[in-house]
């Protein structure tokens, strides 16, 4: 069973500019939840899709959005990067909506110049 | 969201029981107690979850007090790849939004 993957691992981009960031789900896995992660900090939650409709939303402005495709991977998008996006951002997927526990990818690890 | 407060690192030997505490004094009645752990240069990984009975499975035990205000990990034996930032948290489901804390940063030593 293949797990949660990002794409790509590390990215490198300057102030302004904007970011497509990947996640492919487990396998039979429809709900997807975003998160960004602060260098020393936890996880901030961003937004969870859940079979591709927007399923509730963290503190965080309207320049984070995200899509999620019929075949239940997802991407985050942010625009008008700003310094303080710098961060790990992480995607997890969960099978059967809510209750069951969230699988984790690796992460991507987004530097903002 | 209601808090959780949890120690910000213990030390332990490998091969010995770990008990992570974790305070979490306005649970509602609905609230279920998960942990994830999250191993250096990796995403988090859930470790249990309960809402009132001790719960165990293949990775950790939980005790849960009978107020529910406090709850306690326990790792039996300790292996170095046990190593990470373990986080207690609050919530209705386990696959719902995740508010995480500070964590506790466990250090294994051989």
């Known amino acids: 069973e293949t797990g949660v993957t990002q794409s790509p691992t590390h990215l490198i981009k300057t102030r302004g500019q904007q970011v497509t960031l990947r996640c492919s789900s487990q396998?039979?896995?429809?709900?997807v939840s975003w998160y960004q992660q602060a260098l020393g900090q936890g996880p901030q939650f961003i937004f969870q899709?859940?079979?591709?409709?927007?399923?509730g939303r963290g503190n965080f402005p309207p320049r984070f959005s995200g899509l999620q495709f019929p075949n239940y991977s997802s991407e985050l998008n942010v625009n008008a990067l700003e310094l303080d996006d710098s961060a790990l951002y992480l995607c997890?997927?969960?099978?059967?909506?809510?209750?069951?526990?969230?699988?984790f990818g690796p992460g991507t690890r987004l530097t903002v110049l | 969201d209601a808090k959780t407060t949890q120690p910000n690192s213990m030390e332990s030997n490998e091969e010995e029981p770990v008990h992570l505490p974790c305070n979490h004094s306005?649970?509602?009645?609905?609230?279920?107690i998960h942990w994830y752990r999250q191993l250096p240069s990796q995403g988090p990984e859930y470790v249990i979850h309960?809402?009132?009975s001790n719960v165990n499975n293949r990775m950790a035990s939980m005790a849960i007090a009978e107020d529910r205000k406090s709850s306690t990990l326990i790792l039996h034996r300790a292996t170095l790849r046990d190593a990470a930032v373990y986080y207690c948290?609050?919530?209705?489901?386990?696959?719902?939004?995740?508010?995480f804390g500070g964590g506790t940063r466990v250090l294994v030593k051989p």
């Open positions: 309960g809402l009132t």
């Open positions: 306005t649970i509602s009645g609905t609230d279920y």
């Open positions: 997890a997927s969960t099978k059967g909506g809510t209750y069951n526990e969230q699988f």
């Open positions: 396998s039979g896995h429809n709900t």
């Open positions: 948290i609050l919530g209705w489901a386990a696959g719902n939004k995740l508010t």
């Open positions: 899709y859940y079979r591709e409709e927007e399923n």
